[in-house]
């Protein structure tokens, strides 16, 4: 068994509750994210991780792959998703407006940083899977775990935050580490983080 495919079977382990989703208990997510991180990681040059907070209820939790939506999949011109597209199963054809924003940022980019969450998972409001809320404390030690087992195998030479969480998972994983802040894309961040996105890239 490859390092992959070792990663996401302790993803798949992960128990689900009536606050947490583990998109990864459906095969297709886990072959998704997969395919995925097979693609990141076969990427020549210089290695950039970037970190945000967790899945959400439009975005990754559909797909299992952070940072991303079924819409983007579907009909993103971008080449690295028309190449990986093929490899992919999606369901449905919901958009998440953070990860729009991100992938428009990357537009000109050929090489796409490795994105990761500091909660490898989705949480959500009490019973109420199709909400996003703040993962707790003890979710993001949980988390932690997964994110030094990824960079241990990833090796990278810049690591960045996506918004507090992000930012603030990514500097308690990698103390020695200098880390980048980014502003989060939401709530009129979009400016800044296209901003910070394109220094940290160029």
Not at 56 to 77: A, D, K, Q, W
Not at 82 to 101: G, K, N, Q, Y
Not at 172 to 187: D, Q, W
Request: glycine letters at 8%.
């Amino acid at each position: 068994m490859d390092f992959i495919d070792h990663f996401i079977e302790q993803l798949e382990t992960a128990r689900a509750s009536d606050r947490l989703s583990n998109p990864y208990l459906w095969p297709q997510r886990s072959d998704n994210l997969r395919a995925w991180l097979r693609a990141i990681m076969r990427q020549p040059g210089r290695r950039v991780l970037v970190i945000g907070e967790a899945l959400g209820y439009r975005g990754g939790v559909h797909t299992g792959i952070p940072f991303s939506s079924s819409r983007l999949i579907n009909s993103s011109m971008h080449p690295f998703w028309r190449r990986l597209r093929p490899e992919l199963t999606v369901s449905s054809d919901i958009s998440e407006a953070t990860a729009s924003i991100v992938w428009e940022s990357l537009r000109q980019r050929r090489r796409i940083p490795l994105f990761w969450n500091a909660l490898p998972f989705h949480p959500h409001q009490p019973g109420v899977p199709l909400s996003n809320r703040t993962p707790d404390r003890d979710e993001l030690a949980a988390g932690q775990a997964f994110l030094r087992l990824l960079a241990q195998h990833y090796q990278p030479d810049l690591v960045a935050g996506v918004g507090a969480k992000g930012t603030h998972a990514a500097e308690t994983a990698f103390p020695g580490c200098r880390v980048k802040a980014l502003r989060h894309p939401s709530y009129g961040g979009k400016q800044a983080f296209v901003q910070g996105i394109n220094r940290l890239l160029g």
